[in-house]
T-cell receptor
Framework: GEDVEQSLFLSVREGDSSVINCTYT??????LYWYKQEPGAGLQLLTY?????DMKQDQRLTVLLNKKDKHLSLRIADTQTGDSAIYFC???????????FGKGTSLLVTP | DSGVTQTPKHLITATGQRVTLRCSPR?????VYWYQQSLDQGLQFLIQ???????AKGNILERFSAQQFPDLHSELNLSSLELGDSALYFC????????????FGDGTRLSIL
């Protein structure tokens, strides 16, 4: 299948901004998603963006999409210790069914 | 709380056994998806049902099967279990319409001894 790539680990200080990056290869990707997984918990849908948009903002979260470079990023402003979790990038193609996930970025927020 | 309910939360069994994982979707959602999360494979799509009918199949082994019942709950059946089947199994549901976002349950952790 098509690939979704993420860096595995990111460490930031509390109060700083975090930027988690994702690249994908499927040019037919229609929606791109960010999910958050805390230890022992399920996947929480954070936000998603349609491929004809280039930016979406939702409170502390900003998603940027560069469709030409197939690059997606999630910026978390004023990062808090409660934001420590694994963040997954995912995409769906024109089939509109299965989510294709990256391996996840583990975000560690230090005081 | 996503509104998707999975039971049981944990399951411990032995090789060669068969287990059934259950999922109740969010109220009003017709689609149910099953995913497997393991350390080596990451999150893999297994199968999708829509209103009782199988709609899409992913990397699902022949030893695994699923169904969606008239009340829209779904069950994932895993048989002839092997050590490598130990994983977290997630169910997700989505509403009607193309590319509706999927909402996930808390998963069932399956441990094969």
């Amino acid at each position: 299948g098509e690939d979704v790539e993420q860096s595995l680990f990111l460490s930031v200080r509390e109060g700083d901004s975090s930027v988690i990056n994702c690249t994908y290869t499927d040019s037919s990707s229609t929606y791109l998603y960010w999910y958050k997984q805390e230890p022992g918990a399920g996947l929480q849908l954070l936000t998603y963006i349609f491929s004809n948009m280039d930016m979406k903002q939702d409170q502390r979260l900003t998603v940027l999409l560069n469709k030409k470079d197939k690059h997606l990023s999630l910026r978390i402003a004023d990062t808090q210790t409660g934001d420590s979790a694994i963040y997954f990038c995912a995409e769906t193609s024109n089939s509109g069914y299965a989510l294709n996930f990256g391996k996840g970025t583990s975000l560690l927020v230090t005081p | 709380d996503s509104g998707v309910t999975q039971t049981p939360k944990h399951l411990i069994t032995a090789t060669g056994q068969r287990v059934t994982l259950r999922c109740s979707p969010r109220s009003g959602d017709l689609s149910v998806y099953w995913y497997q999360q393991s350390l080596d494979q990451g999150l893999q799509f297994l199968i999708q049902y829509y209103n009782g009918e199988e709609r899409a199949k992913g990397n699902i082994l022949e030893r695994f099967s699923a169904q969606q019942f008239p009340d829209l709950h779904s069950e994932l059946n895993l048989s002839s279990l092997e050590l490598g089947d130990s994983a977290l199994y997630f169910c997700a549901s989505s509403g009607q319409g193309f590319n509706q976002p999927q909402h996930f349950g808390d998963g069932t952790r399956l441990s094969i001894l």
